[in-house]
């Protein structure tokens, strides 16, 4: 069937491919473009049925309107203009290009050196022009009837107090869970089946936070090792689910996982990379971006345009200080909230979106300012990442509302503690009241801080009770890759061993380590398969592993740890007082009631002297919340990574008596009643809940 752009003067105000009921809308910005052309393509993506040059340009837009072309067409883009690298242009109409706005991407890009817009190995490099077609191996993109039944689905807007995170990925988490059937493992139909959802729904999360799951590509390099792309933060399609997610290739896929999560009480998080492409540097190929408008969709160096400009360590970085560019982002943001019902983002290497066009982060930049005014984002879950790799890119609280942040802070101190390095009470304490120092500015409350003992970067929970090393080997990099300094402790034995006593610390360390995350003020993330006692085998970087290093591992259960991890969570959720809004200052409230109080392992204050001695490893921690008028609850909570020790129960609040709830001790004896003001044993490396009898 041959098409013809309608010469009706038709134009829809959003960009990409959209179909109207009785044809499709197409349109792409480029402000440097002489000319840009629509190819279309037959089913399976091998022939080029037709090029057309989109008739329309207004505001730096093209456009143009094809009467009777349906949803399910594959197409991409060619684009004409200068190839002048030196100036930052790098247009070449022999290259095929991804819609920026696709909303399904088909096929597998097969990596070629037609890709390329200069020509590989030539003596002037990415000075020299390629003119050979890339189409061959290009993926497409596919319209797209929008229409789903979400008959029942509503947003949930859970609390920030009441949240609980469990960051994951889609094929990670499903590979190998015995009760997944094998044709939806690693799908998104994987993730919405019934086994994994009892099973996060049973483990108390609230909110799942998948890694990338926006079309990205297999990087050369990791292919050319017998490697892939796992983790996915190398995104192409920015309004596109990746591929390979899709059992059946039906977009539909997502919103059903979506809508079944909803169903079940559980918020879905995207981990969403909008600092980079796949497009890497200046010696990448060209798939998108780079072709359509290389000046304006990429920072470039200021002092030489022929390259990049880098704060990500990826090769580019996206340009979000220009306005079509932002427009974008906030685009996608708003399809994957509007269309596709999520109900939020974490935002990889967040730093470099608050950089102004002079390169310097600025909390009150154009992204945020952007965010924070719109009717629909500002009101989803936001969680950044806050740091890039670029200068002053660490960024830890200086995000403002209402974003969250994942705080390292957090991990490092928790990890460190429990490892037994000194002078580290001041810093739990910190993190136990939500890490003031960090956030407790600008009106920011308690719930700023994501507070994680791992996460999908680093070791996993296991592996930092099981490891002094890395030991990335598999990544084919000689173990140079990954973080060196990742304060974990082998307890006596590098990676697994048969020594009950090893096992038993193991096991002791990360339930005091859970203990800690779930009795923090802010927001807990606990990273998938850490539940289940999963290793990577020491990998702390297992981004290329599609395979058994990176998948969680179901067939080892650790069921005692699976129930202390509930448990724990259990606890967080029955007590308000750990969920609380505001910063704990320690003034007494207006009644006099004391609301936060620190206390020495002999029921005394800690004062200035106590909080310096590098030796302590004891901690007492008084919370109180007042619920529903006279009624308060209240919890102590002692931390105690020295050897074994009487506490002494404060007497507060006229509370008389305590009773303890938690254990990592686990002893029987441990949970008896006591009275105010009397010791009652806390064992070495454990922690203890007290609540009122």
């Known amino acids: 069937m041959s098409y013809s752009f309608s010469e009706l003067d038709f134009m829809k105000p959003e960009l990409g491919a959209a179909f109207t009921g009785e044809g499709t809308h197409f349109a792409v910005f480029s402000a440097h473009a002489e000319q840009i052309e629509l190819c279309l393509f037959s089913d399976d993506g091998k022939e080029e049925t037709a090029r057309l040059a989109l008739p329309k340009r207004e505001g730096d837009i093209w456009s143009g309107y094809i009467a009777g072309l349906q949803p399910g067409t594959l197409y991409g883009y060619r684009a004409h203009g200068p190839y002048d690298p030196k100036a930052g242009h790098r247009f070449n109409p022999n290259k095929l290009l991804l819609d920026p706005y696709a909303q399904q991407v088909t096929g597998e890009l097969q990596w070629d050196d037609a890709l ?73 139909l994987g993730m919405a089946s019934d086994p994994v959802i009892e099973h996060l729904v049973d483990l108390g999360i609230s909110a799942i936070e998948l890694l990338p799951i926006q079309y990205f590509p297999d990087d050369r390099f990791l292919l050319e090792k017998g490697l892939r792309n796992y983790w996915g933060y190398q995104t192409l399609g920015f309004f596109a689910p990746q591929p390979r997610f899709l059992s059946s290739g039906a977009v539909t896929e997502f ?35 780079r072709g359509l408008d290389n000046l304006s969709y990429y920072r470039l160096s200021p002092d030489d345009p022929r390259h990049s400009y880098d704060t990500t360590g990826t090769g580019n970085t996206v340009n979000v200080s220009h306005p079509m560019v932002l427009r974008m982002v906030l685009d996608s943001l708003r399809y994957w909230v509007g269309v596709m019902h999520v109900d939020g983002f974490r935002f990889d290497l967040a730093s470099t979106l608050g950089r102004t066009r002079h390169i310097e982060f600025d909390r009150e930049g154009t992204f945020f300012d952007a965010i924070r005014q719109d009717p629909i984002l500002s009101g989803v879950k936001l969680i950044a990442e806050p740091w890039d790799v670029g200068d002053g890119g660490y960024q830890v609280g200086g995000f403002p509302h209402p974003f969250r942040e994942w705080n390292d802070k957090c991990r490092d101190d928790i990890r460190r503690f429990w490892k037994g390095d000194g002078g580290l009470v001041p810093g739990v304490a910190a993190r136990l009241t939500g890490s003031a120092q960090q956030f407790h500015h600008s009106d920011r409350g308690a719930t ?105 591992d179901w067939s080892g259960l650790d069921d005692p740890f699976l129930a202390f991890c509930k448990g724990a969570i259990a606890l967080r959720k029955a007590h308000p007082a750990l969920r609380q809004e505001r910063f704990l200052t320690g003034e007494p409230a207006e009644d006099g009631t004391v609301e936060i109080g620190w206390y020495r392992p002999d029921g005394a204050k800690m004062d200035d002297a106590t909080w310096q001695d590098a030796e ?42 305590w009773k303890r709830v938690l254990d990592t001790g686990a002893t029987e004896e441990g949970f008896a009643e006591h009275p105010a003001e009397s010791p009652a044993m806390v064992y070495g490396a454990s922690v203890a809940a007290f609540e009122p009898a």
């Open 116 to 188: 390329y817009g200069y020509k590989v190995g030539d003596p002037q490099e990415d000075l020299s022009f390629d003119d050979r077609d890339s189409a061959p191996f290009m993926v497409k993109g596919v319209v797209q009837n929008l229409e789903f039944d979400w008959a029942g689905d509503a947003a949930i807007r859970r609390p920030w107090t009441d949240t609980i995170i469990y960051e994951t990925h889609v094929r990670g988490l499903t590979m190998t869970h015995p009760g997944v059937p094998d044709e939806l493992r690693g799908t998104f």
């Open 255 to 289: 919103k059903t996982m979506v809508k079944r999560f909803h169903a079940a009480g559980i918020e879905v998080i995207m981990d969403v990379v909008y600092n980079h492409t796949a497009e890497g540097s200046e010696r990448g190929p060209t798939l998108s971006f």
């Open 448 to 552: 700023s801080s994501v507070n994680l003992l791992s996460a999908h970067d680093g070791f996993t929970l296991m592996d930092t009770v099981s490891y002094d090393q890395k030991h990335n080997d598999a990544n084919g990099e000689d173990n140079r890759d990954g973080h060196s300094d990742n304060h974990s402790h082998n307890m006596g034995a590098e990676g697994p061993t048969d020594d009950q006593d090893i096992r038993a610390a193991r096991d002791r360390r990360r339930r005091n380590m859970v203990a800690t995350l779930m009795l923090s003020q802010g927001v807990p993330m606990l990273l998938g398969g850490d539940e289940l006692g999963n290793s990577q085998g020491g990998n702390n970087n297992a981004y290329c592993q599609d395979n058994e290093i990176g998948w969680t």
């Open 616 to 657: 302590l490893r004891t901690l007492g921690l008084f919370l109180c919340k007042s619920v529903d008028g006279d009624r308060a609850d209240q919890l102590f909570l002692v931390f105690n990574a020295g050897g074994d020790c009487e506490v002494k129960l404060p007497d507060v609040n006229g509370i008389q008596q």
